[in-house]
Each structure stands twice: as C-alpha cells, then as structure tokens.
C-alpha cells in the first residue's frame, strides 16, 4: 500500500483539535463524534482537552496519534486548534481539515495574557502566560508539503479571523468557502457532508450541502484586504468553539 492514500480512501482514525478557551464538549466536536458513532462505528476519535500552553497542547495531539496510521488518520482542527492541526499535517502527512484556522496566533493572542474562562463552563479558568507566545512562534511551520490532502473550511462571516487570510495560507488545498455564517461554525451540520468526503466516509449525497469548494486561493492585492488579526475589533476575548 501506498504510504499517502488517496483523499477518497476511508479513514480509520480521526483525531479534533479544539479552539482556545474551548474542550471536548465543543458542538462541532460533538456533532462530529456522534454523526460517526451512529454512521461510521468503525472509526477511532480522539478529541482530548488540550492544556494552554501551546507546547503542552500540540505534544499532546502528537502523543495521541503517534501509532495511528498515517495513510488513514485525518486530524480536524477548529481555529486554534487548526493552527495545531497545521503543524501536526506538515509533520505527518496525513490529511486535514482546517476550520476557521488560526493562521498566526501568536500575533493574535499576545495581548491577551493572563487569567480567562472556560467556554463550557466558566468556573473553570486557564491562565494564559507571556512564555505560551513564544511557543506558539516555536510550532509555526510553512506551507504545507502536500496541500491537497488538506480542507480549508473558511466563513466570510467570521468575526474573530479574516477569512481572506486562511484562503492564502493554504495555497493549493480544498477550499470550501462559507459566505456568511461565523468563527464558530454554527451552520456546522451544513457543511458535515463536505467534511466527510474529505475523509472518504460520504454517503448518500456527496454534494448535500455544499456551497464552493476550490483550489484556487483568493489573492489578497490591496493593503486595505490584509486581515484585521484574531481578536482585533473585539470587546474581549470571543467564544471560541
């Protein structure tokens, strides 16, 4: 068997990697787990808590995965944890889907040290320390070696990221281009059908859906298109799913 299977080849491992301030209970991650523990039972999904420190979080990710298959594992990552799903593509070669990526989130996130809640619950608290930026700096990796096993899932109406951003990071890979919608996906069940086909686990009606998917990235010409950054016009810190 070839080392890298096709995009169409079923996986049999899926691992998600959720967005700061976020966990497991995440609805995307939700919706995912239990659409394929009703449809595809023969899957693995891993979908662990990820500590703040970007370091900790991404050995974590590399941890669960390190004996899975390359040729059919995939790894989901939601804005943070697209960024961690970046890194761990580039290393493994395996295919991914990116969801609202945090393109440089070291950038983005520099402002917000200190103390913060819980999406899910706000009684719990991380802290976000001054060294995590440089971390986040560290696990930063280039283009992608092999952009076509990758899904970029981005919405126009994102109101945390710049969509136009994440179109030009992933040259060369699957864009499926939300108009509208927002950083946390909440349309997430209408474009299920296109995620699933990127892992080869489709069924019924591939296309069901499905707003555009290309490869062909949009160019950002003006100095006025550069995107605004993570959290830039925002009151305080979103709620990152």
Same mark, same amino acid.
């Given at each position: 068997?070839?080392?890298?299977?096709?995009?169409?080849?079923?996986? +049999?491992?899926?691992?998600?990697?959720?967005?700061?301030?976020?966990?497991?209970?995440?609805?995307?991650?939700?919706?995912?787990?239990?659409?394929?523990?009703?449809?595809?039972?023969?899957?693995?999904?891993?979908?662990?808590?990820?500590?703040?420190?970007?370091?900790?979080?991404?050995?974590?990710?590399?941890a +669960?995965?390190? @004996?899975?298959?390359?040729? +059919?594992?995939?790894?989901?990552g939601?804005?943070?944890?697209?960024f961690?799903?970046?890194r761990?593509?580039?290393?493994?070669?395996?295919?991914?889907?990116?969801?609202?990526?945090?393109?440089?989130?070291?950038?983005?996130?520099?402002?917000?040290?200190?103390?913060?809640?819980?999406?899910?619950?706000?009684a719990?608290?991380?802290?976000?320390?001054?060294?995590?930026?440089?971390e986040? =700096?560290?696990?930063?990796? !280039?283009?992608?070696?092999?952009?076509?096993?990758?899904?970029?899932?981005?919405?126009? !109406?994102d109101?945390?990221?710049?969509?136009?951003?994440?179109?030009?990071?992933?040259?060369?890979?699957?864009? @499926?281009?939300?108009?509208g919608?927002? @950083?946390?996906?909440?349309?997430?069940?209408?474009?299920?059908?296109?995620?699933?086909? @990127?892992?080869?686990?489709?069924?019924?009606?591939?296309?069901? !859906?499905?707003? =555009?998917?290309?490869?062909?990235?949009?160019?950002?010409? =003006?100095?006025?298109?550069?995107?605004? !950054?993570?959290?830039?016009?925002?009151?305080?810190?979103?709620?990152?799913?």
């Amino acid at each position: 068997m070839d080392v890298h299977a096709s995009v169409t080849t079923p996986v +049999t491992h899926v691992l998600y990697a959720h967005g700061f301030r976020s966990s497991p209970r995440s609805f995307k991650a939700q919706r995912l787990a239990a659409h394929l523990a009703a449809h595809h039972p023969q899957v693995h999904w891993a979908c662990p808590q990820l500590p703040a420190s970007p370091a900790e979080a991404f050995a974590l990710l590399e941890a +669960t995965a390190a @004996h899975w298959p390359t040729p +059919t594992m995939a790894v989901v990552g939601s804005s943070l944890g697209g960024f961690y799903a970046t890194r761990l593509a580039a290393l493994r070669g395996c295919r991914a889907v990116l969801i609202n990526p945090a393109i440089d989130p070291a950038r983005d996130l520099a402002r917000h040290i200190g103390e913060h809640p819980v999406w899910h619950d706000p009684a719990e608290r991380i802290f976000f320390r001054p060294e995590y930026v440089d971390e986040l =700096r560290a696990l930063a990796v !280039g283009a992608l070696p092999h952009p076509e096993r990758a899904l970029l899932i981005a919405a126009t !109406g994102d109101e945390v990221l710049d969509w136009r951003e994440m179109v030009a990071r992933y040259p060369g890979s699957h864009h @499926h281009i939300v108009p509208g919608s927002d @950083h946390a996906l909440s349309d997430f069940d209408a474009h299920l059908p296109v995620l699933l086909a @990127h892992l080869g686990l489709a069924c019924g009606d591939r296309h069901a !859906g499905r707003r =555009r998917v290309s490869r062909q990235p949009t160019v950002l010409r =003006r100095r006025r298109d550069l995107p605004r !950054g993570l959290l830039d016009d925002a009151p305080d810190l979103p709620d990152i799913d």
